[in-house]
Each structure stands twice: as C-alpha cells, then as structure tokens.
C-alpha cells in the first residue's frame, strides 16, 4: 500500500507548525563523543561539548516562514549559528542536536569531528524540511 501524497496546502501547514513549535521552546547544542544516534536516542547519549565560550543556543523567533522549493517540499531556514571557542580548554564538535526541555528532538553526528581551539568558530545553517512523497 502506498502512503498518501499530501497536497503542497498541507505541506505548507505542517512546515508552519513545525516553525511555530521550533520558534518557542528548543535549544541547540553540540556534542564532542563520536557515536552513531539512532531514531531512540537519548539525551544521556550526548556529552555535551565544552570548549571556552560554549554555550547552548536558544531557537526562540529564529525561525523564518516556510519556503517552497518544489512540489510537495518546504523548508525553514534561520541565521547560521555560530559558536566561537573563546579560550581553554580546547575541543572538538563530532555533532548537534535540538532539545526540547529534557527530549532530543534531532540530531547529526558529523563525519569527520571539528576541532576547536582559541579564536576558532564554527557555523551552523539548519534547513529542517517537510517532504510529502508517495512511496509505491
């Protein structure tokens, strides 16, 4: 059975709720343990990076109206995010991820992790989208 195909009306809805709920309550972190999350992560999962001048990003009224970008997809954007390591200790970024009170909402672990040192910064786009696809 294939799953429905959402009309780009209701694409747009959902990708607004989504930014109403991401505009009010989330906050941004990075984690320096390597490790591969998985859909059941926990928060317990994350050691939370703490290079000098590291500190959690709140998402409060970042967030954009959703963008079309074809039939069926939509995006949020915001500003980039970026943390500056502003003295010791020094560390690395293996990823990120979005909390919600005491939930992870999402995540990334990256590939190669990002060392940070004095006077080094690191950037962050986030682009969630909302993709309606039929699957047959």
Known sequence: MALPLWANFEVLNICSRLRANLNIAYFLHLFSNPFNPTPGVTLAQFTECAFGGYAPLSLNGLWSAA???????????????????????????????LTQGTSVAACEAFTTPIQMSTGSSFSLTLRPQVISQSIL
């Open 67 to 97: 963008t079309f970008v074809q039939d069926g997809q939509y995006e949020l954007t915001a500003v980039p995010f970026v943390f500056n390591c502003t003295g010791s200790p020094s560390g690395q970024i293996a990823g990120w991820y």
